[in-house]
């Protein structure tokens, strides 16, 4: 009898703590998962959030459909409405994101994230661009400042391109003519060929941006498809290295939260969103990798100077003038596994 | 004549003992290979159960010229890294079933020691060593044998193979001593006193009796490196993206289980394939009996 009893106590003594204080779960990709990102969550949650990482966010989303259950997680923007058609999302309620209001328009109105009644499903934390980070010492001082610079023979073997369809396949798009955010069977085609043209002169198709990096600084990479932080890290270390402004444009995205459907700390994740949109956090994103926040009071933190340095103008939509707009792509699924037969050598 | 105690005898205590196993097999191994199997022959509508059947991803896989690409270089490289691993293992479990003596325990130690580090820690230790500015560029560069780095030792098919035969060396050396071991010496002397030189005896009476060790060790090496995606992926490049690479891109960015169930299906049919060859060879050169 006695020994039942002690069993009982144990389960009970087992079972309780789940229920009473549950971290955070927070699912991003790498380099997201600082600290200073979210100093004031800290302050109120010493434990912090426990943070799981995903090479891309299409990686994500099966993940999630498959049954992980985090609180918050970080697609980018141009994922939200195929996300929210499997039904992995809950509105967010503005009034409760303390923020909110000094959110650039531009990001704030997005179509595809209001639910209405003061209500969206995704709040936009970073954004940033997309383009050629090159070796200024190892191409010619007149290369063409084209997205072309990756299709370069003459750099055959020393070139490496991200492995996400709202990067790679997109450019390949933008360079066969296509639009990259609707198109026909016969134009993904010619994307296809596009980015068949590619795969001999590339090491390696990655998110890793770490391995990037050091490979341009060993002199390994001539030139990668990167985003801003990996110039700005190399810079930071003197590699000579120029992150393009091609003549195509640049790729600018906005990347932000989103709320779980079966999110379990629905107040702690509020808490979360609203430290990460504090001013200090915004600053740190800012001069700490080169990404802007989304809120226009970060930006005003920064030094005028900084911001020239990073080439980061403190007005979004000053940089969408000249840029290409990572929309949602309506064929998402077939050029990932279009993207996924050409990577294999089909 | 001493009775056993009952329990260890009756029905009761047979069950007992046999229902974790069968549990385990039943729920876990042959249910979820059922899934699978199910799952291949499934649309692509998101359901999982469920819902209308097809062939068409399994006709797709066959008759794609794309996957059969894929299929021959992942037959190719995991080929290679069995016989790679079981040439440079064969002399490994010889040293260790007749010269090693007293330090066996040692050496046996420090073959299995690499098992000691995580597999992904295994596969960066070779990235590093062949790096554009890893060990072996910087070796050679300092010997002034190299005059720039090459770029030819990672991100090829080359760099899957010496990985993956470093990280399953093991699962050879050990089925090879084993039977090595096992060989009685009474044969050895024999065959010397009958006059066979020492190559002749290799070739004639130790080579064929430790043949079930190096036909295990072969298909334990190669069955498991013919599904591998993380070594291609990370040391790869693109020109050794295998089957493995495949399966799990449909079943993440691609978004196509369904298919990806029909890929990890027909890989199975190959590995079956395999097996039932090795299980002739055996039959024909690897019996004791």
């Known amino acids: ?346 | 004549m001493e009775r056993r105690p009952a329990l260890a005898d009756g029905p009761g205590f047979r069950v007992a003992l046999s229902v974790p196993g069968v549990a385990v097999t039943f729920g876990l191994v042959l249910f979820a290979l059922l899934l699978v199997v199910g799952l291949a022959f499934r649309t692509n509508d998101g359901g999982l159960l469920a819902g209308p059947l097809t062939l068409a991803n399994l006709v797709a896989i066959f008759t794609d010229r794309l996957y059969a690409i894929i299929m021959l270089r992942s037959l190719w490289i995991a080929g290679l890294v069995t016989l790679a691993t079981v040439v440079t293992a064969y002399p490994v479990a010889w040293y260790l079933a007749f010269h090693a003596g007293h330090r066996r325990g040692l050496i046996l130690f420090l073959v299995t020691l690499p098992f000691w580090t995580s597999y992904l820690l295994r596969v960066f230790a070779w990235k590093i060593v062949l790096a554009y500015n890893g060990v072996l560029n910087s070796a050679m560069m300092s010997l002034g044998l190299w005059e720039t780095p090459s770029t030819a030792l990672l991100n090829n098919p080359a760099a899957v193979v010496v990985t993956l035969a470093h990280a399953y060396a093991p699962f050879a050396i050990l089925p090879i001593f084993v039977s090595l071991q096992t060989i009685p010496r009474s044969l050895l002397e024999v065959s010397s006193d009958l006059g066979a030189s020492r190559a002749q005896v290799f070739r004639r009476v130790v080579l064929p009796l430790s043949m079930p060790g190096v036909l295990g060790g072969a298909l334990v090496v190669f069955v498991p490196t013919l599904g591998d995606y993380v070594t291609p992926s990370l040391v790869g490049g693109p020109g050794s993206i295998m089957i493995g690479n495949q399966i799990q891109a449909q079943f993440g960015k691609a978004n196509d289980w369904p298919f990806g169930a029909a890929l990890a299906v027909a890989t199975m049919l190959v590995i079956l394939i395999a097996v039932a060859l090795v299980r002739q060879a055996d039959r024909r050169w690897g019996s004791r009996t």
């Open chain 1, 1 to 346: 009898m006695t020994h039942r009893i002690a069993l009982a106590a144990t389960l009970a003594l087992m079972a309780a703590p789940a229920a009473a204080d549950e971290p955070l779960t927070y699912f991003t990709w790498s380099g997201y998962e600082l600290p200073e990102f979210h100093q004031a969550y800290l302050a109120q949650h010493p434990e912090g959030p426990e943070i799981s990482f995903f090479g891309d966010d299409d990686d994500a989303f099966t993940k999630v459909k498959a049954g992980f259950k985090p609180d918050i997680a970080h697609p980018c923007y141009d994922k939200i409405a195929r996300w929210n058609a499997a039904g992995l999302l809950q509105p967010i309620e503005t009034a409760r994101i303390k923020n909110w209001e000094k959110i650039f328009p531009v990001f704030r109105n997005l179509p595809d994230i209001q639910a209405g009644d003061g209500k969206v499903w995704f709040v936009p934390w970073d954004w940033g661009n997309t383009s050629v980070l090159y070796r200024t010492d190892l191409v010619a001082p007149d290369a063409p400042q084209s997205w072309n610079m990756l299709w370069d023979p003459q750099y055959a073997g020393r070139m490496a391109t991200i492995d996400a369809v709202h990067d790679t396949p997109l450019v390949a798009a933008i360079l066969a003519g296509v639009n990259p955010f609707d198109m026909t069977p016969e134009e993904m085609d010619k994307v296809a060929d596009k980015l068949r043209a590619q795969r001999p002169l590339l090491t390696t198709y990655t998110t890793d941006m770490t391995s990037i990096e050091q490979s341009l600084a060993s002199g390994e990479l001539v030139a990668a498809m990167t985003w801003n932080a990996s110039a700005v890290a190399l810079k930071k270390q003197g590699v000579p290295v120029e992150f393009m402004n091609p003549e195509e444009g640049m790729l600018t995205w906005t990347c932000g939260y989103v709320l779980l459907k079966d999110a379990k700390n629905i107040d702690k994740a509020y808490d979360f969103i609203n430290a990460r949109l504090e001013t200090d956090a915004g600053k740190y994103l800012i001069e700490a990798y080169g990404y802007g926040a989304s809120t226009a009071t970060a930006f005003a933190e920064v030094p005028q100077a900084t911001l020239d340095e990073l080439k980061l103008p403190a007005n979004p939509e000053e940089m969408l003038r000249s840029t290409t707009f990572t929309g949602p792509m309506k064929q998402n699924d077939d050029i990932a596994k279009m993207f996924e037969r050409v990577k294999a050598g089909g």
